[in-house]
């Protein structure tokens, strides 16, 4: 199935607003703000569907007016289901100058014999700041399914002025690679990544905090590196998807603590 979602943000009065939408089953879009004159726009994305099935083609596009803020949120986790051809996703996100979006979905479930591609295109014009998240489970774990998919592959590319400044490539294919080396998750099965680019900030700043608040967390392995662009990218690695995304979103309100857009967490999640 193919499925659309568009979404718009302008500012006005110095609040953002969503200026336009538009979106085919199974999507969804809330508008989840609590405070409507604290300036930043809070968004839920829902879905009807149980998870993302064989042939689904998901294509979402999110446009971010000039000095527009945006945090969007997700509902639940993202399962990904038994496949024989599979399944993939389109995401491009385009900042105008001044925007700000912090995107740190729940993360994906893969199903035994899940086949998962998902390419992210994000264009900055200048003056943005960008906190995205991502982070992947071994599978249903309680079931008996760990590392039981056959890929999942998930690119990121982030263009500052028309011109590429990263891309982070992900891919894991158990079944061709051995997860349990050293080098790849090492016995973990929980892995999360979280890309924070802040031009109007110098991000490195926040290393140390970053690094004092993932040191005092338990049965986890990290790692902080700075971007060739201002900014950092933090790895995680896990035994719990309750703990490693909670620890994204306490990464992210760190690193915005400063400025006029705060991370939330939508709520508790366990799986």
Request: glycine share 8%; aromatic share 8%.
């Amino acid at each position: 199935m193919i499925a659309h979602l568009h979404i718009q943000t302008a500012l006005r009065n110095g609040i953002t607003y969503l200026k336009q939408s538009y979106c085919t089953p199974p999507f969804k879009v809330a508008n989840i703000t609590e405070d409507k004159q604290a300036g930043p726009l809070h968004l839920m994305l829902m879905c009807s569907s149980p998870g993302i099935l064989e042939g689904d083609d998901y294509r979402i596009k999110i446009s971010l007016g000039e000095n527009s803020h945006l945090h969007l949120h997700t509902q639940s986790y993202q399962r990904l289901f038994n496949m024989k051809h599979g399944a993939r996703q389109n995401m491009e996100v385009y900042l105008q100058k001044g925007a700000a979006l912090i995107y740190i979905p729940h993360p994906a479930v893969p199903h035994k014999q899940a086949l998962f591609t998902t390419n992210n295109k994000i264009y900055l014009q200048g003056n943005n700041r960008l906190v995205w998240g991502e982070m992947l489970t071994c599978g249903r774990k309680l079931n008996g399914e760990q590392f039981d998919f056959i890929k999942y592959h998930s690119i990121t590319d982030v263009y500052l002025n028309g011109r590429l400044a990263i891309r982070e490539n992900w891919l894991v294919q158990p079944g061709i690679t051995d997860v349990y080396a050293i080098g790849q998750w090492e016995g973990y099965t929980h892995q999360a990544s979280l890309i924070i680019l802040d031009e109007q900030e110098n991000i490195t700043s926040y290393h140390d905090n970053i690094n004092s608040y993932l040191s005092q967390q338990k049965e986890i392995t990290y790692g902080i590196s700075a971007l060739p662009v201002t900014g950092i990218i933090v790895r995680i690695l896990g035994y719990k998807a309750e703990q490693l995304f909670n620890c994204l979103n306490r990464i992210a309100a760190l690193a915005t603590a400063s400025n006029s857009v705060p991370a939330k967490n939508p709520g508790r999640h366990v799986i």
